[in-house]
């Protein structure tokens, strides 16, 4: 749990490097990739999460710039990972600006349950981490080597002298 909000930016925004780095790795083709045939796209994932943050922050008290990105999905894989960079990195400055460490223990409504601001915060990083999990599963269907978030993918055990990497 944050006791702090600098705990909490150092935790985003290695978060948001980790992020970003898969949402650089996309390309415009693998937006276009489905969960199954009648579910969402690869694109259609990255751009939720992208554009929540925003309003997640908004619903529990923060102003922050509600911008209205519209229904559709970018075709670019590069609009995505900008607007990700611009988004994360705003949100970042508005949590610091906002909140104080005091402010990460007030309790608010949250999803039906009372929840401290930390908890909060913590549940929009795992919203994203969720996602991006989804989207490099995603990735490996379109044909597209995965960024290594918490390790490496499998083509890369090899420069780490493992050619048989655990299953």
């Given at each position: 749990?944050?006791?702090?909000?600098?705990?909490?930016?150092?935790?985003?925004?290695?978060?948001?490097?980790?992020?970003?780095?898969?949402?650089?790795?996309?390309?415009?083709?693998?937006?276009?990739?489905?969960?199954?045939?009648?579910?969402?796209?690869?694109?259609?994932?990255?751009?939720?999460?992208?554009?929540?943050?925003?309003?997640?922050?908004?619903?529990?008290?923060?102003?922050?710039?509600?911008?209205?990105?519209?229904?559709?999905?970018?075709?670019?894989?590069?609009?995505?990972?900008?607007?990700?960079?611009?988004?994360?990195?705003?949100?970042?400055?508005?949590?610091?600006?906002?909140?104080?460490?005091?402010?990460?223990?007030?309790?608010?409504?949250?999803?039906?349950?009372?929840?401290?601001?930390?908890?909060?915060?913590?549940?929009?990083?795992?919203?994203?981490?969720?996602?991006?999990?989804?989207?490099?599963?995603?990735?490996?269907?379109?044909?597209?080597?995965p960024y290594g978030v918490y390790g490496p993918?499998?083509?890369?055990?090899?420069?780490?002298?493992?050619?048989?990497?655990?299953?």
């Amino acid at each position: 749990m944050y006791m702090t909000i600098s705990d909490f930016i150092k935790e985003w925004n290695k978060e948001a490097i980790l992020t970003q780095n898969v949402l650089d790795s996309l390309t415009d083709d693998a937006l276009k990739q489905k969960v199954y045939p009648e579910g969402r796209t690869l694109g259609r994932i990255a751009w939720h999460f992208t554009t929540n943050i925003p309003d997640y922050l908004a619903h529990f008290g923060l102003k922050i710039a509600r911008i209205d990105y519209g229904e559709s999905v970018p075709s670019s894989a590069k609009e995505i990972a900008i607007t990700f960079k611009n988004v994360s990195s705003h949100a970042a400055k508005m949590i610091e600006q906002q909140w104080t460490d005091e402010s990460l223990g007030h309790i608010q409504e949250a999803f039906g349950r009372q929840e401290s601001n930390a908890s909060i915060l913590m549940g929009l990083i795992k919203h994203i981490v969720h996602h991006r999990g989804q989207i490099t599963v995603l990735m490996r269907q379109a044909g597209i080597k995965p960024y290594g978030v918490y390790g490496p993918p499998k083509e890369d055990w090899v420069h780490l002298g493992v050619e048989n990497p655990p299953l």
